[in-house]
Every structure is written in C-alpha cells, then in structure tokens.
C-alpha cells in the first residue's frame, strides 16, 4: 500500500517543522523540508542541484521550476513511500503545479494540515527568542518562564536577541506569508484535504490532534 502524502502549512514560529519531524517519525514516513531537498541535490551535484546552487551562492530565491524539479527528483526516487513536505508550496502557483505533478505520478495529497496560530501569539513567541553569546544555545524568555536579563541557563553566557527577531521584522514576515498562504489554504480548503490545528496548544498537544485526523 502507498503510504500517505501530507503537506503542512503554517506561519514562521507555528512551530510547523518540530510538528513535520514527530509526523513523519509516528507514521514512519519521510520528512521533505525544502531546505533538505535543497541540501540533497547540491550533495548529489544532479543538474537542478547545482543549478539551485548557483541561485543560493548569488543570494537569490531559488525558482519555483527547479524548486519543484528537486521535489519531483526526490518523490521519484521514493517511490510508494509516504511522505511529508514542509515549506512547500508557498504560494497558489506552487500548489497547483505540485498537484500537476502528482497526478501525472498517479498520486495525490491525501492530507494538508494547517498549523494555525494567532499573529499576536507568534509576535510574542518570536519576539522574546533570545540566543546565547557564549553557547549559542536558544532560549525563550515567554515560554520558559525567564525575564529579560537572565543569563543563559546552559552556561550563564548573556542572551541576545536575532536582528530576525525584532517585531517590526516578525510583523513583516508574518504580513508576506498571510498574504501569499491565503491562496493556498482555500485552494486545499476548496479540495476538502485541509486540516485545520490550532497551534497555540502545547506541542504534545497539536502532534496528537494532527495524529488524530491524518492517521
Ligand atoms: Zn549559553
């Protein structure tokens, strides 16, 4: 039997990669990040590899074709495996083509989930993230209960906070990715395949109630 095909969607800081990691480890699939997809064909110097990696060594964004020719590489190499994507699609443009491209496959999602969570939760998540000058480890002030000021608990290094990091930024981003996700959520919506989780739940919480509804 054909394991199944996920693709999760959520804002920066939804915490969508850690929930993608437990996914794939509870239904013994295999988690496709875009940032391995990319990795992966650089490593194996295929032709789009290197063609990525030309675009990442100028600073530019990788285009969708080979973006999406590194995604078809990869399921093509896999087979009838099960799989979950994160970080891909982006956008309604992206969406569609994936779809094209399953299909000619003979396959086809089998669920899209939504880590949903309310921009202000993420402005606070995001925004008291702090990293450690010594260590480098990360900490957040918000959710392990510390105040401005503490050392790291690591190694007592002081804590510093990404210039990513700063709301004006966080509110940017978050702002980019409302506007170009929209789409794709209603175009899944539209397909019944979306599966909505609220994201402001605890970790152990959300991972349950994806399990829940993809399993
Ligand atoms: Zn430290």
């Known amino acids: 039997m054909a394991g199944k095909c996920i693709v999760i969607l959520g804002p920066p800081g939804s915490g969508k990669g850690t929930q993608a990691v437990r996914i794939a480890g509870e239904l013994g ?9 990319l990795r992966e064909g650089v490593a194996r110097k295929t032709g789009l590899g290197l063609e990525a990696e030309g675009y990442m060594k100028r600073g530019d964004l990788v285009p969708d074709e080979i973006m999406l020719g590194l995604i078809h590489e990869e399921l093509g190499r896999m087979g009838d495996s099960g799989w979950i994507l994160d970080g891909y699609p982006r956008t309604l443009p992206q969406a569609e083509s994936l ?3 399953l299909e000619e496959q ?10 949903d969570v309310n921009p202000e939760v993420i402005v606070r998540r995001l925004t008291s993230r702090r990293i450690c000058s010594g260590c480098n480890a990360v900490h957040n002030l918000e959710m392990e209960d510390m105040s401005e000021g503490d050392g790291c608990r690591e190694c007592g290094g002081e804590l ?3 210039p990513d990091d700063d709301e004006e930024t966080v509110r940017r981003r978050l702002e980019v990715y409302g506007i170009q996700t929209a789409q794709v959520v209603d ?3 539209r397909q019944n395949r979306l599966v909505p989780v609220d994201g402001a739940a605890g970790i152990d919480e959300v991972t349950a109630e994806i399990l829940r509804n993809v399993k």
Do not use: E, N, P, W
């Open 29 to 37: 699939i295999k988690h496709l990040s875009t940032g391995d997809l």
């Open 99 to 101: 779809s094209g491209m």
């Open 106 to 115: 003979g396959r086809s999602i089998d669920h899209v989930v939504f880590v």
């Open 160 to 162: 510093v906070k990404r």
């Open 187 to 189: 175009y899944y919506r």
